[in-house]
C-alpha cells in the first residue's frame, strides 16, 4: 500500500493568498537534463486576506534549490523550510519584497509531461493545472495572477527558436553559439497559463485584422516535415477570430498570435497566453493524412482555445474546483462556433451521443461528481466529461431559459464586470441574472449536484376537452455523498405533432393568446408538474426534450409505430433522428433478450427495415445527416439501457440487427454508395464531406454481407482512395471481416505512412478495435512493435486506449484477460506518467455494472493497482474511488 494516504482538498477550504505576486521575471539556461531558472518575484501581502502575519509558503515539485535572495540578501538554510513540495519563508517583510529563488530542472527525465520536458527534439512546458510548480517555486494558484517577463538564453543550433508568452521585446548573440531572446506578457496571468517552446521549428505565417483594424501576426509552429499540413489549422484560426468578434464582441488582444504542436501531449490543446501549445493530431492536416473527422476536431480545438483568451485568460478560474467556468463555457463557445461552420444538426447529435454514453456513464458510476467539485486528491483527474461536456450542457440551458439576447447581455456584462479577475461559476451565473432577469436560484443546483436527472413524461388525451395533460415527474439517483437531490430547474423543450406530420399549437389551459413558436420551452421545477394544453382536435404525438434541451435520461412509453412515425415526420432534426436511435435500441435490445433466453431469433428487423427504407427513399440536402440516421446506436449506449451488461448479447444483438439491414437494404446501399463514390481530390466543405460520409455507412453495411462484391469494392476504395476518410472507412471494412488482402492491406498501409505519426496512429486503433476474435493477442503483438512507445500519449490511446473503451466484447473477454492487460500497462504508466495512467484506468471504474464473475475480475485487477507501493497520487485516486 501507499506509504502516505494522498491528501484530499476541499471547496469549503478555500482562502483568499496570503500573499499576491506583482511580477514573475524568468532567466532560463536551457539544457536537455539541466536547466538552470532563475526567477525574480515583486512580493507584497494581500491587503483582503483575513490571516494576520502569515509566513509565506510556495509549491514546488521535483525541483533542486541552488539559492535564494530575500531583498538582494542570500538566505541560507536556517533562513527557510523545504519540503518536497514546498518552500517556506517564516519571516517575510510587511512591506513589498524581491525574492530570487534559482533552481534546476531534468526536462529529459520528466515523462509525465507537465513542467518543462523533452518532446523528441523540442524542449516545451504545460502547466495546467500544476506545472509550474515542477519549474519553479511559486504559488502555483489561479487567484494569484502577475505580469511576466521571461528570458531563453540556448545553444543556437539546437535551439533556433525560442518562444514565450506576450510580445518579444529583444533578442541577442552570446559566445560558444548560444543566443537569448526575451518575452514580455502585458497581461496579468495565473501561472498555469505560463509557456515556453525551445525548439528546430518551421513556421507558417498569415496576419489578421481584427474589427477595429490592429493587425495582429498568426504562426503555427512545427516540425520541418509537417509545414504542409498547416493550412487548414491557419484557416481554423481566422475562422474563429472572426466568430467571436462577431458573436461575442470580442477582440483578440495581443499583436502575435502563435501555435506550436508537439508529438508528446497529454490532453488536445493548451490555451496559454498568446502561445498555444497543441497535440499535433488537432494541428496538422492534409486531404491524405487526415480524415474529415480529424478536420472538423481541428477547427473545434483551435476555436476553443482561442474563445479561451477571453474565457479562461482574461477572466479566470479562483480555484481549480471553478474549472467548468472556463472550460463548459469555452466548450459551448467552441460548440456553437463549429454548429455555424459545419451543420448544426449533425454537429448536436454528436455532441448528444458523446454526453450521453460517455458522461451518463461517468455520473452513474463511482467517479460521478458535479459540475463544481467538491473535493479532489489529484485535479487533473478531474478534467473530466462533467466539467467540459455537462458544463458546457449547463451553459447552454441558461441560454435556453433567457434566451439569445438575454445570454449575450449576459456575457458582455460578464467581460466587462470581471476583466482580469478570477472569478467563480457563481459569479458567471450572476451576471446572467442580472443581465436578463431571470432568477436562476434553483438553477444553481446543476452546478453542485452530481448524478443525471430523470425525467418521466406521461401524455394522457382528453379527447371530449380537446386536452393534452401532460404530467412530467423528475428524480436523480444518488451519487457519491450525494444521497438526496433536490428537484432540478430543467429546461423541457416540447413540440406537439398532428397525425399528419404538421406542428400543433402549443395553448397552455388559461391563456388567451396563442402561442407563437412550434416548440415550446417548459420549466419544470417540482418533482412533480402538471401542464395541460388545450385546443387539439386530434390525439398529437408528444415531441420532448428537442434538441436534448437538458441533460436527462428521458422516460416517455412510445410504442414502435409512434417512434417510426416520428424518425419519418418531426421536425425537428435532433428528435427526428433520436426517435431512429429509440425504435433501433428497442429492436436490438429485444434480440438481446431472445439471446438470454436461449432463443435464436427468427427475422431481427421488421419495423426498423420499413423506417430505414422510408429514410432511404427521402430527399436529403444534408448528407451527414442522412448518414446519421442510417447509422445504428453503439454498443455503448444500448448498453446504458441494461441492468446487468452482457457485451456478448449486445455486440451479437447490434451485430444481428445491421446485418439483416444490409440482407434486406443491400440495393439501395449499394445505388447510394454508387452515387456517391465519386472521384475527388479531398476538399473540405459541407457537400463533400457528407457524400463521404454517407458513401462510407454504405460501404460498412455492405461489408456485414462478406460477398465477392462487398469485397471488391472496399479493396477498390482502399487502392484508390485519395483521402485519408476514403482509405481508413474501407480499410475498417476489411479489418472487420475476413477479407482474403486483410493482411496484405494492413502492410501496405503501414509501409505507406510510416512517416507519419497521426496515420501509424490510426493503423494501431484500427486493430486494437477489430472485434473478431484474437484480438488481444494482436494488441499484445502491437505493444512490442517497434513504432509502439508507451511514452507517446497519443500511442497509448490509440492503442490500449481504443481497446479498453472501443473493443467492448474484447476487453471484457470472460476469462479477464483484457482487464488483466490493462492493469499490467496501468502499472507500467503509472511510473512514466501518472495523468495518462490514470485517464487509462477509468476503463476499469464501472465493474459494477457487469456479471458477478466479470465484477471479481475487473475489482481484483483495481486492487492490484491501488495496492501498488510507489502508486501515484492520479492513479490512486481513481482506483481507490472506483473499488469504494
Ligand atoms: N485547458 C486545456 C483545454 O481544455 C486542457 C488541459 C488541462 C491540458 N490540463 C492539461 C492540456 C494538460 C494538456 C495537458 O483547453
Ligand atoms: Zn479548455
Same mark, same amino acid.
Given at each position: ?290 480524415t474529415d473527422a ?24 479562483? #480555484?481549480?474546483? !471553478?474549472?467548468? +467556468?472556463?472550460? @463548459? ?8 462556433? *463549429? $454548429? &455555424? ?97 431571470? #432568477?436562476?436560484? !434553483?438553477?444553481? +443546483?446543476?452546478? @453542485? ?8 413524461? *406521461? $401524455? &394522457? ?117 433520436? $426517435?431512429g436511435?429509440?425504435l433501433a435500441?428497442?429492436v436490438i435490445?429485444d434480440l438481446v433478450?431472445q439471446y438470454?433466453?436461449?432463443e435464436t431469433p427468427a427475422a431481427a428487423d421488421g419495423p426498423l427495415t420499413e423506417a430505414y427504407r422510408r429514410v432511404l427513399s427521402g430527399?436529403w440536402?444534408?448528407l451527414s445527416?442522412l448518414a446519421l440516421l442510417l447509422t445504428l446506436p453503439s454498443e455503448?449506449?444500448i ?8 457485451p456478448d448479447a449486445v455486440h451479437r444483438a447490434r451485430q444481428t440487427a445491421k446485418l439483416a439491414l444490409a440482407r434486406t437494404l443491400e440495393a439501395e446501399f449499394r445505388r447510394l454508395y454508387e452515387t456517391h463514390h465519386v472521384d475527388e ?9 457528407g457524400r463521404r460520409r454517407l458513401k462510407n455507412a454504405c460501404l460498412a453495411y455492405l461489408g456485414m454481407l462478406e460477398s465477392e462484391e462487398a469485397y471488391r469494392l472496399s479493396v477498390r476504395q482502399f487502392r484508390s482512395a485519395r483521402t485519408m476518410t476514403d482509405q481508413i472507412s474501407s480499410l475498417a471494412v476489411i479489418v472487420n471481416g475476413h477479407h482474403p488482402e486483410k493482411a496484405a492491406c494492413l502492410t501496405e498501409f503501414y509501409?505507406r ?9 490510426k493503423w494501431?486503433t484500427l486493430q486494437a478495435t477489430c472485434h473478431l476474435p484474437g484480438t488481444?493477442?494482436r ?27 472501443n473493443n467492448a466484447v474484447n ?74
Amino acid at each position: 500500500m501507499r506509504e502516505h494516504t494522498p491528501n484530499t482538498v476541499y471547496l469549503k477550504d478555500y482562502t483568499p493568498p496570503d500573499y499576491l505576486i506583482e511580477t514573475v521575471d524568468l532567466f532560463f539556461e536551457l539544457d536537455e537534463e539541466n536547466t538552470r531558472v532563475t526567477s525574480k518575484l515583486r512580493i507584497r501581502r494581500n491587503p483582503e486576506s483575513p490571516g494576520e502575519h502569515r509566513e509565506l509558503e510556495l509549491d514546488g515539485e521535483q525541483l533542486v534549490l541552488e539559492s535564494i535572495r530575500l531583498n538582494g540578501r542570500n538566505l541560507n538554510a536556517a533562513d527557510y523550510r523545504l519540503g518536497d513540495e514546498s518552500l517556506v519563508l517564516p519571516g517575510v517583510p510587511d512591506r513589498p519584497f524581491e525574492l530570487e529563488i534559482v533552481t534546476r530542472i531534468n526536462p529529459k527525465a520528466n515523462t509525465a509531461l507537465e513542467g518543462l520536458y523533452l518532446s523528441k527534439d523540442m524542449l516545451c512546458t504545460q502547466c495546467e493545472a500544476q506545472g509550474f510548480r515542477k519549474i519553479t517555486y511559486f504559488a502555483d494558484r489561479p487567484d494569484v495572477m502577475a505580469k511576466y517577463t521571461t528570458t531563453i538564453v540556448a545553444d543556437k543550433s539546437r535551439y533556433p527558436v525560442l518562444l514565450s508568452n506576450g510580445n518579444r521585446i529583444a533578442t541577442g548573440e552570446l559566445k560558444n553559439g548560444r543566443h537569448w531572446v526575451k518575452w514580455e506578457d502585458p497581461f496579468k496571468k495565473p501561472s498555469y497559463l505560463f509557456a515556453l517552446v525551445a525548439g528546430r521549428l518551421e513556421c507558417l505565417e498569415d496576419r489578421y485584422v481584427t474589427c477595429s483594424g490592429r493587425e495582429v501576426t498568426l504562426q503555427i509552429f512545427v516540425e520541418k516535415h509537417d509545414l504542409d499540413k498547416c493550412d487548414h489549422a491557419m484557416q481554423s484560426l481566422k475562422n474563429a477570430m472572426r466568430w467571436d468578434e462577431e458573436n461575442f464582441g470580442r477582440e483578440y488582444d495581443l499583436d502575435l498570435y502563435m501555435i506550436v504542436a508537439v508529438g508528446h501531449f497529454n490532453m488536445g490543446a493548451m490555451e496559454n497566453k498568446g502561445l498555444n501549445v497543441f497535440n499535433t493530431k488537432y494541428v496538422l492536416a492534409r486531404p491524405d493524412t487526415a480524415t474529415d473527422a480529424d478536420y472538423e476536431h481541428i477547427e473545434g480545438v483551435i476555436g476553443h482555445e482561442y474563445f479561451h483568451n477571453w474565457t479562461g485568460n482574461r477572466i479566470t478560474c479562483r #480555484d481549480w474546483f !471553478q474549472l467548468s +467556468l472556463k472550460e @463548459g463555457l469555452t466548450v459551448f463557445r467552441d460548440q456553437e462556433f *463549429s $454548429a &455555424d461552420r459545419t451543420s448544426r444538426a449533425v454537429k448536436r447529435i454528436d455532441e448528444v451521443n458523446m454526453l450521453r454514453t460517455r458522461q451518463f456513464a461517468e455520473d452513474a458510476g463511482p467517479l460521478a461528481h458535479p459540475v463544481r467539485p467538491e473535493s479532489y486528491i489529484e485535479i487533473n483527474n478531474f478534467y473530466t466529461l462533467t466539467v467540459y461536456e455537462k458544463g458546457a450542457e449547463v451553459v447552454r440551458m441558461i441560454q435556453t431559459l433567457i434566451g439569445k439576447e438575454g445570454f449575450r447581455k449576459g456575457t458582455d456584462l460578464y467581460f466587462e464586470r470581471h476583466d482580469g479577475q478570477a472569478v467563480t461559476c457563481d459569479d458567471f451565473v450572476k451576471c446572467m441574472e442580472d443581465a436578463s432577469g431571470v #432568477d436562476l436560484a !434553483q438553477f444553481r +443546483l446543476w452546478y @453542485g449536484q452530481a448524478g443525471t436527472p430523470e425525467v418521466r413524461i *406521461s $401524455a &394522457d388525451y382528453d379527447a371530449t376537452n380537446r386536452a393534452l395533460n401532460l404530467t412530467v415527474r423528475q428524480s436523480c439517483p444518488a451519487t457519491p455523498g450525494q444521497p438526496v437531490k433536490a428537484p432540478f430547474h430543467i429546461p423541457l423543450a416540447i413540440g406537439l405533432l398532428a397525425p399528419d406530420g404538421t406542428e400543433l399549437p402549443l395553448r397552455l389551459d388559461g391563456e388567451t393568446e396563442p402561442f407563437a413558436q412550434k416548440t415550446r420551452v417548459l420549466d419544470v421545477k417540482a418533482s412533480e408538474q402538471h401542464f395541460r394544453f388545450v385546443g387539439l382536435a386530434e390525439k398529437p404525438v408528444v415531441s420532448a426534450l428537442r434538441g436534448f434541451s437538458a441533460p436527462v435520461r428521458l422516460h416517455l412509453d412510445r410504442s414502435v409505430e409512434e417512434l417510426a412515425f416520428l424518425f419519418s415526420h418531426d421536425p425537428d432534426p435532433f428528435n427526428r433522428w433520436d $426517435a431512429g436511435q429509440q425504435l433501433a435500441s428497442q429492436v436490438i435490445l429485444d434480440l438481446v433478450d431472445q439471446y438470454a433466453e436461449g432463443e435464436t431469433p427468427a427475422a431481427a428487423d421488421g419495423p426498423l427495415t420499413e423506417a430505414y427504407r422510408r429514410v432511404l427513399s427521402g430527399n436529403w440536402p444534408d448528407l451527414s445527416y442522412l448518414a446519421l440516421l442510417l447509422t445504428l446506436p453503439s454498443e455503448e449506449y444500448i448498453s446504458a439501457a441494461m441492468k446487468v451488461i452482457d457485451p456478448d448479447a449486445v455486440h451479437r444483438a447490434r451485430q444481428t440487427a445491421k446485418l439483416a439491414l444490409a440482407r434486406t437494404l443491400e440495393a439501395e446501399f449499394r445505388r447510394l454508395y454508387e452515387t456517391h463514390h465519386v472521384d475527388e481530390a479531398g476538399r473540405f466543405d459541407a457537400e463533400a464531406v457528407g457524400r463521404r460520409r454517407l458513401k462510407n455507412a454504405c460501404l460498412a453495411y455492405l461489408g456485414m454481407l462478406e460477398s465477392e462484391e462487398a469485397y471488391r469494392l472496399s479493396v477498390r476504395q482502399f487502392r484508390s482512395a485519395r483521402t485519408m476518410t476514403d482509405q481508413i472507412s474501407s480499410l475498417a471494412v476489411i479489418v472487420n471481416g475476413h477479407h482474403p488482402e486483410k493482411a496484405a492491406c494492413l502492410t501496405e498501409f503501414y509501409e505507406r505512412w510510416r512517416a507519419e505519426d497521426l496515420v501509424i496512429d490510426k493503423w494501431f486503433t484500427l486493430q486494437a478495435t477489430c472485434h473478431l476474435p484474437g484480438t488481444l493477442d494482436r494488441v499484445k503483438e502491437l505493444l512490442a512493435h517497434p513504432a509502439f512507445d508507451l511514452k507517446i500519449p497519443n500511442r497509448v490511446c490509440c492503442l490500449i486506449g481504443a481497446f479498453t473503451q472501443n473493443n467492448a466484447v474484447n476487453f471484457h473477454a470472460r476469462d479477464g484477460a483484457g482487464y488483466e492487460f490493462l492493469a499490467d500497462q496501468i502499472i507500467a504508466l503509472n511510473s512514466l506518467n501518472p495523468q495518462v495512467a490514470a485517464r487509462m484506468l477509468t476503463a476499469l471504474t464501472p465493474w459494477r455494472r457487469y456479471d458477478e464473475d466479470r465484477q471479481q475480475l475487473m475489482r481484483r485487477q483495481l486492487q492490484r493497482i491501488a495496492g501498488l507501493e510507489k502508486v501515484s497520487k492520479d492513479v490512486y485516486e481513481v482506483a481507490m474511488k472506483s473499488l469504494s
